[in-house]
Each structure stands twice: as C-alpha cells, then as structure tokens.
C-alpha cells in the first residue's frame, strides 16, 4: 500500500522559522447596509398608513449574487437544525449532524428559574419547557413565574385580520398581566415569522409592517387598543412570541406598531427558494436575519450583507450576536477579541440593549418612560440569559482543550521532585518538557513506536494500525519528553481495553482509528492521578469546524529530516490541505484528510503514527482534528501527510465514551 520501508506510518517534523503559529484569516465582517423597498398598505374598511418591509418580491431577481452560494452548499438545504454549522440550543443535541429533542430530565438544574407553561403545569426552567415543546412540536411557555395554576392567565398573542397589528398579553407571573402592543424598534422577518407561526401559518410571515399607531386610533372602530408597546426580539426559532426577548415598555403614542402580513401563497417571481419551499427576495439572504423561519437563507453565504457577521462555516449572523457572550460560530469568531474590534459599534449597541434588558423592566418602569411612573407588565428574566446560562452549565461538565498555562512555559523537567533544567527552545522544533499536554507515548513490550491523544476520563485516541487486542502489553505515557526516559511529571498507566474501529482495513488504512482505555486505580473512578501537567484535547463534533489552509500543529517522535529517530518530543506548524483525492487516487478513502504543504518541508514521518493533529479555533481552544496514518514517503512533494480525520468518527467515539466525555457544547 505504502512506499515506506517501515510498517507504521508517522510524522516527518521539519523545523519552522518561527514556533509561534501564523495569525488565522480573519472572516470579512462589515459590509453597507442594505435599503429596503417600502410599500403602503390599506387595510379595509378603514384606510391605515403601514410601513411594509417586503419578505418577499414579484421582480425578477438576479441569476447570480456575490453575497449568496456555493451552489454545493446550496443543494444541502441546510438549516438551523444543521449542527455540523451552527449549535444546537441547550434543550437540543447533535445526532448525525441533526439538532434532536433531548429528553426534559438532561436540562440543566442549577441556577435556574421557574416556568410556567400554556398547559397549567410548572416546569423547573426555560430549557425545560423548550424541550417538551420540542418533543410535542407544541408552543408551552408562558411566562417566568410559579404561579401557574388554571386561574392564573397565560401569555397570549394575536394577529387582526384587518391591520396585521400584532397584540400581545404579557402576564406579570403573579397572577396578573397586561395587554400590550409592539413597538417597531427590533420588530424584523424573523419576529413576524414566529408571529404568524404562532397563528398557523407555517411558512411565517410574507412581509413585516409598521402601522401608525394615532392614526390607527382615530381610524378604526377598535377603541380597546393598548396604550403601551413592548421591544420583541426573535432569534427566528421560536414557536410563539413568548420565547423571544421582550422588554422596554412605553407609551405607543406618536409611535408606529408592529404588524404582519403572513405568508399564504408565493409570489409570481422567486429570487431564493428556502429549505421549507417559501420564496423570499435575493437581497434577504446573508443578512443575518432568518427570513426563511428556518434559516436556510442565512446558511450558505460567501460574505454578509447589512453589517452581518460571517462565521467561516458560511453562516451570517445578525449583528447583534457579535460579543453577547454566547457562541455561535462553531469556532468561537464571533466572541473573538479581534472581531470585536471590527464591531465595536455593535458591541457598544448590544451593551446598550442587554442594560435596557435588565433594568427596564425590573425597575418597574420603562427606562425611557420613567416620567409616566408606569409599572412593568413583568419581572423581566431575558429567556437568552437563561439559555447562555444553561450552555455555560452544559459546557462547564467537560474541561479540555486549554493547557495548563501555569506549567505549560515552565523549563524545569521535574515538576514534582527533580531540578535539572533545559533551556527553552524558542524558534524550533524540540517541544517544551510541559508543553504539549494531551500528548501521549504507546508503550509496547517497553518499545514505543506510536504516539496517542489523551481526551479525557480513561480514553485515550490512537491509530488502529498501532495497536492490536492484546491490552496487557501495552502502556501509555503520559506528560514523556523524551523518548526513553521519564520526567518528574511523567505517569505511566496500564490499558485495560483496546477498542478497534470495526471496519478498519489494514490493507487501505481505512478507518485507521482506535480507542485505549486506561485501567482505573485502585479503589477510584480514575485513571491517572492529578497532573498539573496533563490535560485533554476535545474532541470534534464535525467535520465544518476547521477549514482548508487552517494552521495546526503535529507532534511526535518520529524520523526528523535526517532520517533519525527524534530523542525529544518535536512539534511544528502544518497546514490543512483539500484535495487530496488528485494526488492519492482512490486510496484516499473517507474519514482520511490531509495536511502539511505540497512541497514537503513539513510531514509525519515513521515513529509519528497514532500521535495528534491539532488545531485551535478563535477562542483558543485547541482540538483533536486528525491522528497520523499514512503517506507517500515521508516529506515527498505533492504528496502530504494523510491522517485519520477525527469528526467524521464523532458517533462511534462517542458511543463508547459517551456524551460528557467528548463534546462541550452539542451534549
């Protein structure tokens, strides 16, 4: 199969210029805004002066567009349900690239606030009812609160047929409420989509209108209209108003008020087509808004329209998700110091927003009302801090993918005993004694010719090619620098286990992964005892996190470029790299990547096999994203290393280890 001389395939580490990784490209972010179309709208019998945002037009729309594709992308009809892309929300988890109902009893219990559904029944939190809700396909949620009894009103909406004024009654969760209308301020697509859903229209809304609210007064024989208005904020996922953001009372008059004209039949011309078959203009795709309702038009985008932020996966995301401290770009870009520099001004806005949501309401009356003394239809509880709240729960169970960094620039060999030293290598190719932490050795028969990544528990992930089913004679290493003698910080654990994927293929190096796992010690739940200078590396969900000419790392002791064997853990920079199928033909099989550079300064090499690719997203969270495997020689040019891509094995790592042990956010 291969033109190696050796039977196990690992790394060829060519020493860089520089040890420090290249700065990541930086994601295209602002872009002008967009000028909308207006149109009027005359509701019968009595004319009303509305302000309409179209979310849909008759005119022929563009064959191509800079802002929307690839068409590859386009044909997946992906969705927000399509978690290879984006996450999948607290009461959620990623199956097969799928967000699926989790089941109530996994939400999270702590720090959370009591809820009252539509059913009269009290559920422990937010996610709670969002879970049920999703299992039913059913809108529950009423309001934050445990009064929740037969007695006690619940949150209600409406849609008039007339006007398209959308109404809605908040209760207060204690017992009362009140009628309120919306303000235009945040009123978009994404809101009068949920509003129209809400009232059995399941494509959502076909266009977003203003009405005058005076004007609307003194012109209609409805006289029992609200006097006050409320800000509705809606991500598009929800299945009623409820479970948006709703906050900022004040008085609607000399105000326009939100309404909607909701979705029935599609118009003559079609400019995108979403993922459910509704039509909407071109000019809607990538502007962070889901138009759609499922967030198709916002999915596969090569740059972002009306200020939105693209996430390197494609995705637009509305501005407003910029620095709110929750992530929603799989690699964290959004949250990013460096682009929040890039949207200071809509960090400064967000700011600005999330005090209005936290002290309008609460105060007991609207911040910018205050003079009227009104009191506020509700304690105000941001259902998106309760959902920010439960991911930080979710994602605090596993810890992994940050290094020690009280260790990690230490010099000294013996952390707990010894005190020889070695001078740090800046520059070059020899790792730091304790710098590459989820880094193991594979012991066989005292003989070490594979390396592993540690990623948690007692699981340890590795070539299959490297090991065969004969636990006894194998140990990992843990914390080694070099090769045939342990520092101070050094374990040694036994393997109880080894599990190889089933349909590996020693021919192909098909499905060249394995899992070790630890034996336990003595009278514990553990493997290994605490080690400042151990730590695991996550392991990845999918196969989007990290795209070509990404920058990572390898590490190993295998063959340096002079053909020896590496006394010392080496480590350098490599580059993802598509395409490999043109060079290897078809021995490149699926669940293979590869990485390096096509003129082969940087490889693996013999000795390398097993040990870790690993790449680090915006946050500084570093991932498990390829196990060495096999190549053309060692360093051949246009010929780079294959590795075992970890993502495209997530369900079968995870069904051994289960969820807690691999995955932060999607559990």
């Known amino acids: 199969m291969k033109s190696y001389s050796f039977p196990l395939f690992f790394l060829l580490i060519v020493c860089s210029e520089s040890g420090s990784p290249p700065e990541k490209e930086q994601a295209s972010a602002l872009e002008q805004p967009k000028q909308d179309k207006q149109k009027t709208k005359l509701p019968v019998p009595t004319p009303t002066p509305v302000v309409t945002t179209p979310a849909s037009k008759t005119t022929e729309a563009p064959k191509t567009d800079e802002f929307l594709g690839p068409q590859e992308c386009l044909d997946k009809k992906l969705t927000r349900a399509s978690c290879d892309l984006m996450f999948c929300p607290p009461w959620q988890r990623c199956v097969q690239g799928h967000c699926s109902c989790k089941p109530p009893y996994l939400c999270p219990t702590e720090g959370v606030e009591p809820v009252c559904g539509t059913n009269h029944r009290s559920y422990t939190s937010y996610c709670q009812v969002m879970a049920v809700s999703c299992r039913t396909t059913k809108p529950l949620f009423s309001h934050f609160g445990k009064e929740c009894k037969e007695n006690i009103p619940k949150f209600q909406s409406s849609l008039d047929s007339t006007t398209g004024v959308i109404k809605i009654f908040l209760p207060d969760g204690k017992g009362g409420g009140e009628n309120l209308l919306v303000c235009q301020e945040l009123w978009d697509v994404a809101a009068a989509n949920v509003a129209c859903k809400e009232h059995k229209y399941s494509l959502g809304a076909a266009s977003v209108d203003f009405v005058d609210y005076n004007f609307l007064v003194n012109n209609t024989d409805n006289k029992d209209l609200p006097n006050n208005c409320v800000n509705i904020h809606c991500q598009g996922y929800e299945t009623s108003l409820a479970e948006c953001e709703i906050y900022n009372k ?128 509700s304690e105000y509880i941001s259902r998106k801090n309760e959902t920010r709240a439960n991911r930080e729960h979710l994602e605090a169970k596993l ?38 932490q989820w880094q193991v050795a594979l012991e066989e028969n005292r003989r070490i010719d594979c390396g592993g990544a540690y990623i948690g528990g007692c699981w340890v992930l590795t070539a299959a090619h490297c090991v065969r089913q004969n636990p006894s004679a194998f140990k990992v290493k843990f914390s080694l620098w070099k090769k045939f003698r342990a520092q101070g910080t050094t374990d040694i654990v036994p393997v109880e286990d080894i599990r190889i994927h089933p349909n590996y293929v020693p ?55 002079d053909g020896r064997s590496a006394q010392v853990l080496l480590w350098a920079n490599v580059s993802l790299i598509s395409g490999c199928e043109s060079a290897y033909g078809d021995r490149f099989k699926p669940g293979m990547m590869c990485a390096g550079d096509l003129e082969g300064n940087v490889d693996s090499c013999q000795g390398d096999s097993g040990g870790p690719l690993v790449c680090e997203d915006e946050l500084g969270v570093s991932y498990l994203w390829g196990i060495v495997s096999w190549g053309e020689r060692c360093g051949q040019q246009g010929f780079p290393g294959v590795y075992t891509q970890v993502a495209h094995y997530f369900e079968w790592i995870r069904l051994h280890t289960g969820w807690s042990a691999v995955t932060r956010f999607n559990s």
């Open 250 to 377: 004040v008085n609607s008059s000399g105000r326009s008020v939100a309404a909607a004209t909701c979705y029935k039949d599609p118009p003559e011309e079609c400019g995108f087509t979403c993922a459910n078959q509704k039509c909407i203009s071109l000019n809607q795709t990538c502007d962070g808004v889901d138009d759609c309702g499922d967030r198709s038009d916002e999915m596969c985008c090569k740059k972002c329209r009306n200020g939105a932020f693209r996430c390197k996966t494609g995705i637009c995301l509305h501005k407003e998700a910029v620095g709110d401290k929750q992530i929603d770009c799989l690699d964290g870009a959004d949250e990013s110091q460096k682009h929040l520099t890039a949207f200071s001004q809509v960090s400064s806005n967000h700011v600005r927003v999330e005090l209005q949501l936290k002290t309008s309401l609460r105060s007991g009356a609207a911040a910018s009302d205050r003079a009227t003394s009104q009191q506020s239809p």
């Open 507 to 561: 021919a192909t190096y098909e499905n060249d992964i394995a899992l070790v796992k630890l034996e336990k010690l003595p009278f514990k739940e553990e493997c290994l005892e605490d080690n400042p200078a151990v730590r695991a590396v996550c392991v990845p969900w999918t196969t989007q996190l990290f795209q070509p000419n990404h920058t990572c790392s390898i590490s190993g002791w295998g063959r340096t470029a």
């Open 399 to 436: 810890f992994c993918g940050i290094p020690n960094r009280d260790i990690v620039d230490d010099t000294e060999t013996d952390v707990r005993g010894r005190t020889s030293r070695r001078k740090r290598v800046v520059g070059g190719i020899p790792a730091n004694p304790t710098q590459i």
